[in-house]
């Protein structure tokens, strides 16, 4: 028997057992929810058939204390913690009670972490009754993660069946359940509690995650299982990742903020992931939270702890203070210029639907109107990011992937369908072609700096744009199957830009329909825009893409808030 008989004998007989695997994981998960939060099967039933778990129905889940608690943002709880008006472990009750609601009602944890994370609270709080102070700047905040974060006393199974039990896969290796990532080492010297792990978008051991606020559509890719915890609320912030939009995606599509930082300024030392080998353009952990306020706070934090001491790759860069870019009088500007702000309504390949342009609309008229400057954004085409992309991340064959799912003879779930031969991983790309893309990839960049740095000619203060603003999708939620075009994420990935998602509205089936005089740009456009549905889509969240230069978090996060600052007053003016 030849080695590829041998893997498909050992394929045949996993298939038999992957799915009473995958069941066995889903009841250990719910047996570390107590009973006293457990739902009734009549309540979970109802979950599923409603189009909108959001507000009234999951708060009627919930005592008033956990109400009162979960809606907080992470600055007010530290405040509260710190002054001794709430302990930590009310905090982390809290928050568990909420996420073992939600994963009962969305099936959206992987790993469940409540006894140790209260046992850490306890902890905290008895620091704090020590010593008069919080142990960190993120005292008792409760955090979920995307599940490729080692935490010791739970499993990292990155949704494969074939990693139940095992270290990545491999069983004996004395790391399972006992090793750490960086990141979270991190997160625990700053006082942050984990509470449990999200799954992948779409995966065999849990099914497919829908948005809470609309069940038809698709909570977005691949850190989906962390934006429906954010978008209920179920942790105070959430860790996931990305490599081509797996974190802004789900978070514009679940209406919360989130924040992709450039490769080198967070750790991703000691996290499970496929194309480990991969550098070129790497996956990026991304912070999903409520508010710009949150992503800041919580990538400062992480900044303070000086990552690239322990891991190489991170950027030795510390946090820079940024000053709040509000427009200053005219008799200022010589000193205090307003930024310009780069404004791109389409790429000219794919045109975003029609709750997408309105919500661009909607900055735009509200930046004007606070008095800032926006410049037409026509940098070097999307289309180039297309043809790089694809083959930087998954130009090996994605031989990883294979194996794990090797391992249980679990099918590829549909989103992966097609990215192998019958009986094996497609032929990687050879060394020459690669060094061909990578070779594109860096032309591509040097254009694209080139173009930014020319928008100085154009700006009122004589500068270059601070950030320019883009659709993060051409779709306001995703019915799945759906999806043509990921070039407005894609890009800023094989660009190497931070970029932070900001929600704006949502979608009106009465206002959101395509304009008569439409006239697609290609096929592609063309397919994109027929699979509008007002109707399917209406009460989705709409946001926007803020884009910053490589390795500018701090200001973009300073013009972040900006732009929501404006989009509020902007809001409030019009009712």
């Not at 889509?537 to 404006?566: C, F, W």
Request: hydrophobic share 40%; charged share 20%; proline share 7%.
């Amino acid at each position: 028997m030849n080695a590829l008989d041998s893997s498909t004998a050992s394929v045949s007989s996993a298939n038999k057992s992957w799915r009473e695997t995958a069941a066995e994981k889903r009841q250990t998960d719910m047996e570390k929810i107590p009973l006293a939060w457990r739902l009734r099967e009549s309540t979970v039933a109802e979950a599923k058939i409603r189009r909108s778990l959001v507000g009234t129905f999951i708060e009627g889940l919930l005592n008033a204390e956990t109400q009162a608690i979960t809606a907080m943002d992470v600055a007010d709880l530290v405040q509260e913690m710190g002054s001794g008006r709430i302990t930590a472990v009310r905090v982390v009750t809290a928050f568990c009670h909420r996420a073992a609601v939600i994963h009962q009602l969305t099936q959206n944890m992987l790993e469940i972490g409540f006894d140790m994370a209260l046992k850490r609270a306890k902890e905290l709080d008895d620091y704090f009754q020590a010593h008069h102070q919080l142990i960190g700047p993120l005292h008792g905040i409760p955090l979920t993660l995307k599940d490729q974060f080692h935490i010791k006393g739970l499993e990292t199974s990155m949704a494969f069946v074939g990693w139940i039990g095992t270290f990545e896969g491999q069983k004996g290796t004395g790391k399972e359940r006992n090793f750490e990532s960086q990141l979270i080492r991190e997160f625990h010297s700053l006082g942050a509690v984990p509470i449990g792990k999200s799954p992948e978008t779409s995966n065999n051991i849990l099914g497919y995650l829908w948005s809470p606020h609309n069940q038809q559509l698709s909570s977005g890719g691949s850190s989906g299982g962390e934006a429906v915890m954010q978008a209920l609320r179920g942790s105070a912030f959430g860790i996931g990742t990305d490599i081509g939009g797996s974190v802004s995606m789900p978070a514009s599509y679940n209406g919360i903020f989130s924040l992709k930082p450039s490769s080198g300024r967070l750790s991703m030392r000691g996290v499970a992931n496929t194309g480990p080998g991969q550098l070129v353009m790497p996956t990026v952990p991304g912070i999903m939270g409520q508010s710009v306020a949150t992503l800041r706070l919580v990538l400062k934090a992480l900044l303070s702890k000086k990552p690239w001491l322990q891991d190489p790759y991170v950027v030795p860069l510390p946090w820079r203070d940024c000053e709040e870019y509000h427009p200053k009088p005219k008799s200022n500007m010589l000193h205090h210029p307003i930024p310009a702000i780069g404004f791109m309504a389409n790429d000219g390949v794919v045109t975003p639907h029609p709750p997408v342009q309105r919500a661009l609309r909607m900055a735009k008229a509200a930046l004007q109107e606070a008095g800032y400057n926006l410049i037409d954004w026509d940098p070097p085409s999307n289309q180039e990011s297309l043809e790089i992309h694809g083959c930087i991340a998954r130009g090996d064959g994605c031989p990883d992937v294979w194996r794990a799912l090797q391992l249980s003879g679990e099918p590829e779930v549909p989103e992966i369908e097609g990215l192998f031969e019958p009986h094996g991983p497609r032929e990687p790309m050879s060394l020459p072609e690669y060094h061909d893309v990578v070779i594109h990839m860096r032309d591509y960049r040097n254009r694209y700096q080139d173009y930014w740095m020319s928008t100085a000619t154009r700006s009122d203060s004589g500068l270059p744009v601070e950030v320019f603003i883009s659709p993060v999708t051409p779709t306001a939620g995703l019915l799945p199957e759906k999806f043509f075009y990921a070039e407005y994420t894609n890009s800023t990935n094989v660009l190497d830009f931070p970029t932070v998602v900001i929600p704006v509205t949502t979608v009106d089936e009465n206002v959101d329909k395509v304009d008569a005089g439409f006239r697609p740009f290609n096929e592609t456009d063309r397919l994109n825009m027929d699979a509008y549905d007002a109707r399917a889509y209406h009460g989705a969240p709409t946001a926007i893409q803020l884009v910053g230069m490589r390795l500018s978090e701090e200001k973009l996060l300073s013009m972040a808030q900006v732009v929501v600052d404006a989009l509020d007053r902007y809001k409030t003016s019009s009712i």
